[in-house]
Nanobody, 123 residues
Framework: VQLVESGGGLVQAGGSLRLSCAAS????????IGWFRQAPGKEREGVSA????????EYANSVQGRFTISKGNAKNTVYLQMNKLKPEDTAVYYC?????????????????WGQGTQVTVSS
């Protein structure tokens, strides 16, 4: 299983970014995909997750209503649309994958991780 994130960058507060997670090496519809982030000096935290089996989603309270996770038309891609970004959203964002049908934002439930993409939100 290989995961490659893209779409990070520098944006002003209130702006938007769309992160992409390109996945390969597994049966796509039988997996869950999670987005996580880690800021300097902080633990990795769950941001959002999606079940590719039934499309169900989960969001952290801190991003609910601002971020949207979705499966792309290309079967091997999952997106994280991030709107109304805040400086506290600044972190390295990772996507992760594991076999299963129930979306979860628990990092230990995922076996495969991408290399991460930096998101920086300026005030």
């Amino acid at each position: 299983v290989q995961l490659v994130e893209s779409g990070g960058g520098l944006v002003q507060a209130g702006g938007s970014l769309r992160l992409s997670c390109a996945a390969s090496g597994f049966i796509f519809d039988d997996y869950i995909i999670g987005w996580f982030r880690q800021a300097p000096g902080k633990e990795r935290e769950g941001v959002s997750a999606i079940s590719l089996y039934d499309g169900s989603t989960e969001y952290a309270n801190s991003v609910q209503g601002r971020f949207t996770i979705s499966k792309g038309n290309a079967k091997n891609t999952v997106y994280l649309q991030m709107n109304k970004l805040k400086p506290e959203d600044t972190a390295v964002y990772y996507c992760a994958a594991d076999q299963g049908t129930i979306a979860t934002m628990i990092p230990g439930m995922y076996d495969s991780w991408g290399q991460g993409t930096q998101v920086t939100v300026s005030s």
